[in-house]
């Protein structure tokens, strides 16, 4: 019969085999941060457009309940809505594309550090 070897009680992982470990579990969660980070700028961004939109889509409702004379372009205003500020601007195109019709644009912009975001929404309100 054989003989059962016995476990050696120099066996286990070298220094070498536990410090390349160490590295290759290192640079994964490196990547895994970087993707969080990515990840964390996404759901910021898709916040504020879609609080823009908002924005947008009430005004667009204001001015279709406003009587027909009375639509008016506006200058640029700044709007606060959850600490975020936005600047909004409306514009109207008088007999446009119809005569008694007007289009009314309203723009929604933001600044995010260096870049400046647009949400822009038109809709075309007849007498």
Known sequence: MKE??????N???TLVE???TLAIMSVGLLALAGLQITALRGNALSRRMTTAVSIAEQKIEQLKDTPFANIQAES???VTVSNLNFTRQ???T???PLDNSMTVSVSVSWKDGA???TVPMATVISQ
């Open 76 to 78: 640029p205003t700044q």
């Open 115 to 117: 870049t400046t975001h």
């Open 4 to 9: 059962q070897q016995s476990i050696d009680p």
């Open 11 to 13: 066996a286990g992982f």
């Open 90 to 92: 409306v514009t109207v």
């Open 18 to 20: 536990s410090m390349l």
């Open 94 to 96: 008088n007999n446009s």
